[in-house]
């Protein structure tokens, strides 16, 4: 397999793949391996047996590995809905970022490893037509199954490279909340905000499983400072600040 990109340190190919359904990729899908370490991480992604895999792994000293080409379908992305659409797999190029996650000790992605994702991504999107705000967290896409990359994941940092979107967070403070149980016009209108940012939730007036999920998909990428699902003043006003800074076509 010869590599998409030039930044390819090594290639490993794997044999997770398929034809994708649609002619182009539009979203850069962003994932912790959550594994113990990235040989093991890496090795699963090539192995058969795991029906998982990526186009890129990107290890904490900064190495590239490839594994599926970015014209493929890798099995990345799993069962997830954004923007209306299904079949993530199909819309996007995958890297996983080599990180043991929340279940085997999540820690601070080391600055090398930062500094050629950077790279990566821009590369990525200079081949791809990916607009900013779908440069995504796994846990975008899948809020009920997945946290990674997580709220440790220097995303400002990615910002101020040109990569994706967002906006200051609101400073938390007091005000008026809501939260898992409450009902009303106040919490479809919160679910209405988070659908046309892209979530994939159903708009019932409802704060149940589903919106606490999503809440916490959206704070770990967006308002990180606090990680509770609970939908408090500066969530609702950093969630208001993405959707009026989008462009006025897609907005």
Known sequence: MTPDSPLVDEVLPSPNFDERQVSAPDILMLHYTGMEDGQKAAKWLAMPVSKVSCHYLVHEDGRVVQLVREASRAWHAGAGKWQGREDVNSRSIGIEIVNPGHEFGYRAF?????????????????????????????????????????????????????????????????????ALGDEGAPVAAFQELLALYGYGIEINGRFDEATRFATLAFQRHFRPERVDGVADVSTVATLHRLLSALPAQTA
């Open 110 to 178: 080391p600055e090398a490893q930062i500094e050629r994702l950077i790279e990566l991504c821009r590369d990525v999107l200079s081949r791809w037509p990916i607009e900013p705000r779908n440069v995504l967290a796994h846990s975008d896409t899948a809020p009920s199954r997945k946290q990674d990359p997580g709220e440790l994941f220097p995303w400002h940092r990615l910002h101020a490279a040109g990569i994706g979107h967002l906006v200051p967070a609101e400073p938390i403070g007091g005000g008026r909340f809501i």
